[in-house]
Antibody, heavy 121, light 110 residues
Framework: EVQLVQSGAEVKKPGESLKIFCKGS????????IAWVRQMPGKGLEWMGI????????RYSPSFQGQVNISVAKSINTAYLQWSSLRASDSAMYFC??????????????WGQGTLVTVSS | ESVLTQSPGTLSLSPGERATLSCRAS???????LAWYQQKPGQPPRLLIH???TRATGIPDRFSGSGSGTDFTLTITRLEPEDFAVYYC???????????FGQGTKLEIK
């Protein structure tokens, strides 16, 4: 069974750093792109970036370039989303999602359960 | 930058009725690169339709997608109580490589 399991909820202060994770199982983790998607409270979905675990090729949304870092440890089937200095506006639910692996697929067939990040002084 | 605009923002219907949700792109989208998702409160999104009209694995046949170019539609025939949720369309643009979502349509019980 394919699963993406994300790390638990976080409460942080502005200026603090944070790294959340997404661990895949039940499939060949290295062969599928993993995306990160933000959902602010009561709002829609925003694509942040995507990484290919096989070679760590990473693409960012222009809106998030320089604001976050996406990385992967393929030996432990885990992708990461990291902030060096959080802001209150980073408070949101963050989802990881697996991109379907066909030559033309550009959509996401499995999703993690989400990690709620709250940034407050 | 290609933007997806979904309409209506909210759709109020009764179980058993037919729902028609629209997704319009500001630039032409390859049909391979248009998908629809359903999201219920407290849950992650679920892939319903990919390649504009292909149902994802396990999706009931009351869900169908259509359209091409800049205009796409998600149709749900014979609404079931569990279909009331928020629906998002999503596109991929090749150059530069960007994924984006529409703002969502909330399907609520009338």
């Amino acid at each position: 069974e394919v699963q993406l399991v994300q790390s638990g909820a976080e409460v942080k202060k502005p200026g603090e750093s944070l790294k959340i994770f997404c661990k895949g199982s039940g499939y060949s983790f290295s062969s599928y792109w993993i995306a990160w998607v933000r959902q602010m409270p009561g709002k829609g979905l925003e694509w942040m970036g995507i990484i290919y675990p096989g070679d760590s090729d990473t693409r960012y949304s222009p809106s998030f370039q320089g604001q976050v870092n996406i990385s992967v440890a393929k030996s432990i089937n885990t992708a990461y989303l990291q902030w060096s200095s959080l802001r209150a506006s980073d408070s949101a639910m963050y989802f990881c999602a697996r991109r379907r692996t066909t030559l033309t697929a550009r959509d996401f067939d499995y999703w993690g359960q989400g990690t709620l990040v709250t940034v407050s002084s | 930058e290609s933007v997806l605009t979904q309409s209506p923002g909210t759709l109020s219907l009764s179980p058993g009725e037919r729902a028609t949700l629209s997704c319009r792109a500001s630039q032409s989208v390859s049909s391979n690169y248009l998908a629809w998702y359903q999201q219920k409160p407290g849950q992650p999104p679920r892939l319903l339709i990919h390649d504009a009209s292909t149902r994802a694995t396990g999706i009931p046949d009351r869900f169908s997608g259509s359209g091409s170019g800049t205009d796409f539609t998600l149709t749900i025939t014979r609404l079931e109580p569990e279909d009331f949720a928020v629906y998002y369309c999503q596109q991929y643009v090749r150059s530069p490589p960007v994924y984006s979502f529409g703002q969502g349509t909330k399907l609520e019980i009338k």
